[in-house]
């Protein structure tokens, strides 16, 4: 029944009970006037049955009086109750509020049992006044069933943040203390702990009991591989033969660092066939912060001073005293996370070798012209162990001057660089075109310092020797071609 019928049903209830009790005044009026009239009719008689006569409609008065207080006291408490309403929803009927608040404290007290926890309810349980007939009272026993039904509750458990995120749900605080601290475990893993000055995590971490849903609840097992990696996925790559860590790289498409990252255990540079690596990086949710004190070696820098020499050109240098670094002692805090250090605060520094200067030889000479001259120098310093013409069957189209690998390699004359780059058995190759028809080669070079169109002058240097192409050792292989046709570089070189 609605609140309007309700309201109806009390209103006509009212009305009923004001004319009853209009009634019955009438009637106890009347009663009193008759009784009166009578009295006056038997003033005549004796006093003894005038006596008789009141009392049995005195009592005839009263019994009426009492009916109608009794009909009144029936009609206005029978079928009285109250609606139990679950937020603002009418689930049943009962007699009194005691009974639900009885039926409440039960059922609360079979949810802790069950849960082994304190819970609460987030129902909201209102009551209102109401009518109903015995057969739409609820029963005790049925009661607690009822309310199971139709009340929700939250379990008290122990929520896990990271700077103010969710991070997991335990159900206590101690089996999220043990969750961090096997994070720590798996972290650290053998390392020796005392050698820590403290270790802690990266981010902000709270434990908080706080009433959540069961639901949310998670098992340790469950989630600490989660936290550590970040992610559930697994991805990984078997190795088979001819395999290293930056062709896997190229074949997922991913950064070769990230790859090492993903395997931290692992040697890159010594991967095995059969081997499992990981392609997932992992991203922690809670990183392991370390910070320990360490005492190392450290190199000085040296000083380097400039001197200037007449015997070189503008454009060159050389070293005449070779600078040595020198070494220090420093005591410093180093922070780790995740194993990777973030931070070094120095706590002190200690010289234990002096660093020695280095100086520089800085040429003032002019340099020739930036053209052929007509007249080839030697372009390195070594001796030749392979003339120009028939080698082992074939012809060699220059000589070999073996030197020192990544000793200078200089400009035989001045001209134009025409050529620089790798190609075939030259190695690492320069090409400068002299003019008058003379183009000079340099093969076999570890690196060079000229780019095409760049005009150097006789003795400049171009590069450095090498073992790049068809080489058996450092060397450097010079030719000599005029009009395209190969020339015997002896002829030419003073």
């Known amino acids: 029944m609605d609140a309007g019928k309700l309201r109806e049903a009390a209103a006509r209830c009212k009305n009923k009970i004001f004319n009853i009790c209009t009634y019955i005044e009438k009637f106890a009026k009347n009663c009193g006037k008759k009784i009166a009239r009578f009295g006056s009719g038997l003033s005549g008689r004796n006093t003894f049955a005038r006596r008789i006569v009141d009392r049995k409609r005195f009592g005839v008065s009263c019994g009426l009086i009492a009916l109608a207080i009794l009909t009144i006291f029936i009609l206005f408490f029978s079928g009285r109750a109250y609606s139990v309403k679950i937020n603002g929803k009418e689930i049943c009927k009962v007699k009194n509020q005691k009974t639900v608040e009885t039926a409440i404290k039960t059922l609360k007290q079979k949810y802790q049992e069950n849960t082994q926890s304190e819970i609460s309810f987030i129902s909201e349980v209102t009551f209102e006044k109401s009518r109903a007939s015995s057969k739409d009272i609820i029963k005790d026993d049925e009661l607690v069933e009822v309310l199971s039904k139709n009340m929700k509750f939250q379990v008290q458990a122990c929520r896990l943040y990271a700077d103010g995120n969710i991070i997991a749900v335990l159900k206590t ?41 069961i639901s949310e609840i998670a098992e340790k097992e469950e989630i600490i591989d989660f936290i550590i990696k970040g992610t559930n996925e697994v991805r990984t790559h078997k190795i ?47 990183s392991v912060k370390t910070v320990e004190t360490i005492k190392a070696i450290e190199k000085v820098q040296f000083e380097q001073t400039v001197e200037f020499s007449s015997s070189l050109y503008k454009d060159e240098t050389s070293i005449r005293v070779k600078g040595v670094y020198g070494e220090k002692e420093v005591v410093a805090d180093v922070t780790k996370v995740n194993g990777i250090e973030t931070e070094r605060t120095v706590l002190s520094e200690k010289v234990i070798k002096e660093p020695k200067t280095q100086i520089i030889m800085k040429g003032t000479k002019e340099p020739p012209p930036k053209k052929g001259t007509g007249t080839f120098s030697y372009p390195a310093r070594g001796s030749i162990t392979s003339r120009f013409g028939m080698r082992k069957g074939r012809r060699h189209t220059g000589i070999d001057i073996a030197a020192s690998y990544g000793s200078a390699v200089k400009a035989s004359d001045g001209g134009v660089v025409i050529w620089t780059g790798y190609e075939g058995g030259y190695g690492n190759l320069v090409k400068i075109d002299h003019g008058a028809n003379f183009v000079s080669y340099y093969g076999h070079l570890s690196k060079y310092s000229v780019k095409v169109g760049q005009k150097v002058y006789k003795g400049q240097t171009i590069g450095t020797v090498g073992s790049s192409g068809n080489s058996t050792g450092p060397h450097l292989h010079f030719e000599i071609r ?13």
């Open 240 to 286: 088979v033969s001819g395999e290293s860590f930056w062709s896997i790289s190229r074949k997922y498409n991913m950064p070769l660092s990230d790859l090492e990252k993903a395997n931290p255990g692992v040697n890159s540079e010594r991967v095995q066939i059969g081997q499992v690596i990981n392609l997932i990086v992992p991203r922690p949710l809670i």
């Open 482 to 494: 005029k009009n395209g046709v190969v020339q015997n570089p002896l002829n030419y070189l003073k």
């Open 173 to 213: 605080k101690e089996q999220a203390q043990d969750l961090l601290k096997e994070i720590q475990d798996k972290s650290l893993g053998d390392a020796d702990r005392s050698k820590y000055k403290e270790i802690g995590f990266g981010e902000k971490v709270e434990l908080k009991n706080e009433f959540v849903d």
